[in-house]
């Protein structure tokens, strides 16, 4: 397992530039999965580039596994659309964190720019999540007991 600053899809793949035909795919694949990215973000920041457009900066708590099996944990994630604009969209309407799991897809495509293209398919429903309410119903069990209500005093008269 390696920390690092920030998951990517090229990042964990150490792929710089985009991946490349006849390198990372063939043509006639169908499709290869490339990443599975989870985690519980709580924070989202728009990030404009010209030649990328609009994309998300997410903060919580992530990992990702490559097509290789290596796992990487970060605190900052960067997910492709659909992923990102879910993700964003869950935060944005004020869900405090946000938990989601999401594999990565390279879909080969000829008329594409880069000669593919990326989807997701998510593995788990993107929902809100709260890390106390999570520790509350593990700790539940073990909990000391709440303290009996002390009697009422008669009143004096």
């Not at 596994?65 to 970060?74: L, Q, T, V």
């Not at 999570?134 to 009143?155: M, N, Y």
């Amino acid at each position: 397992m390696k920390m690092t600053k920030k998951i990517t899809i090229g990042g964990i793949n150490n792929v710089r530039g985009g991946f490349k035909e006849g390198v990372h795919f063939k043509a006639d694949d169908s499709h290869i999965r490339i990443a599975t990215i989870f985690g519980s973000a709580h924070a989202a920041t728009a990030k404009n580039s010209e030649t990328m457009g609009t994309s998300f900066a997410f903060t919580g708590e992530f990992k990702g596994i490559n097509k290789e099996g290596e796992e990487f944990f970060a605190p900052v994630c960067y997910l492709p659309e659909p992923a990102q604009g879910m993700l964003a969209a869950a935060l944005q309407s004020g869900a405090g964190n946000v938990e989601f799991a999401f594999d990565v897809i390279l879909h080969p495509d000829a008329t594409a720019l880069l000669k593919y293209s990326l989807g997701v398919e998510s593995l788990l429903e993107v929902k809100q999540s709260s890390a106390l309410e999570k520790l509350s119903g593990l700790v539940a069990q073990r909990a000391l007991p709440s303290p009996e209500p002390a009697p009422e005093k008669p009143s004096k008269k």
